[in-house]
């Protein structure tokens, strides 16, 4: 049995940080689906690499630039038809999980994250035009963003909550998804091909990595070396305490009687970026149930290779507790931290974004100057 299928028994399942045509066509995302597979993530930065470091896209280029399309015309029909395969690859595991798992993410331009009204306007649109039962939107937990979840989840739309960083963020998205959820309940589905309440899923992508990554260079100023490498662990423990609570009790109660499901935690960022730490760190130190753990291909091999399968979320939580007690104690405000990552975090997806555009216009340049000829 792989690895996959015994995390999927601990209740986890591992979708692929990663997306590109190739990668569907040549069958390598369907032999992932067949080793237990549960989903795959897109973001700005995922779709540059790819369109613009392949050649995948090429034909499909020449063809839209040759149909005078503009460049946002142009990444649109790419990234669909990559979202809209991955998603028909990833049906089985839909269909076998009864609509629990087997999801693709696509993203709402960055450019949008402090506009409430444009990002569900967009997240619609998108959620309506790929038009798969099993693709999740991708919006982020900025306060613009919030508002946004508790409308999309009311409207039937499937949501992936992107850039949680901190644990006051994270009860604020849980949050608007039960709001939601509630609405949803009431009056069905606003929009085309939307869930109801018993059908609709969600995810609440916390980051990880990033937050060892800010807080060691905190902790190396403040000369202490025993806490880094801990923190990061310790706050995704916290939130998924608070995430046992949330989805349990009178409220939840109410909603799971109706057909509600939870709110998975996912896990994202969790390829190791300091090489002194363990490369499956952040992939072993995160196994629970109703979890999810997007990763990279190469933190996916390395876990396939040497990570270990065993329930770990919830153990250690007086330690994890005691570790931001510290980091508090010593002057390092972990909430001032996670705020400016989501920050960065946006404005880094923005600027992905933004190079994205400019290198489809370039090939759309370079591509009508070699028509035009000598």
Do not use: C
């Not at 930065?45 to 142009?74: C, H, M, P, Q, T």
């Not at 959820?181 to 309440?197: K, M, N, Q």
């Amino acid at each position: 049995m792989s690895k996959i299928r015994e995390l999927r028994k601990l209740g986890q399942s591992i979708w692929y940080d990663y997306i590109q045509r190739s990668f569907i066509t040549s069958g390598e995302l369907k032999k992932w689906v067949e080793q237990g597979l549960g989903g795959v993530t897109s973001n700005p930065s995922i779709f540059n690499k790819a369109i613009i470091g392949s050649a995948d896209y090429n034909s499909d280029l020449k063809r839209l630039i040759n149909e005078n399309k503009s460049v946002g015309e142009i990444y649109e029909a790419l990234a669909f038809e990559d979202i809209a395969m991955a998603a028909d690859s990833l049906k089985p595991v839909y269909s076998s999980t009864g609509g629990k798992d087997g999801f693709v993410s696509l993203e709402v331009s960055p450019d949008l994250a402090h506009d409430t009204e444009k990002t569900v306007s967009e997240a619609k649109r998108l959620y309506e035009t790929v038009n798969r039962a099993n693709v999740m939107i991708k919006v982020p937990a900025t306060p613009a963003g919030i508002s946004a979840i508790r409308e999309l989840i009311a409207a039937g739309v499937n949501i992936n909550v992107t850039l949680i960083f901190g644990i006051d963020n994270y009860r604020q998205v849980a949050g608007a998804f039960l709001d939601g959820l509630e609405y949803l309940s009431d009056t069905g589905p606003s929009v085309a091909g939307g869930h109801t309440v018993d059908s609709i899923a969600s995810v609440a992508s916390f980051f990880v990595s990033r937050v060892d990554t800010a807080v060691d260079q905190a902790l190396e100023k403040a000369g202490n070396s025993e806490l880094q490498g801990k923190i990061a662990v310790a706050n995704a423990k916290i939130a998924y305490a608070e995430f046992e609570k949330i989805f349990s009790g009178p409220r939840w109660d109410a909603l799971a009687r109706k057909g509600a499901g939870v709110q998975r935690a996912l896990w994202a960022s969790t390829g190791t970026k300091n090489p002194k730490y363990p490369d499956t760190l952040y992939a072993d130190e995160l196994i629970g149930a109703d979890t999810v753990n997007t990763l990279p291909p190469a933190t996916l091999n390395s876990f396939l290779d040497h990570g270990v399968v065993a329930q770990t979320i919830t153990t250690g939580l007086e330690e994890a507790e005691s570790r931001l007690a510290q980091l508090t104690e010593i002057g390092i405000d972990l909430d001032a931290v996670t705020r400016k990552l989501q920050d960065e975090g946006v404005a880094s997806f923005a600027k992905s974004f933004d190079m994205l555009m400019e290198g489809i216009a370039d090939k759309k340049r370079q591509m009508n100057e070699r028509s035009l000829g000598p």
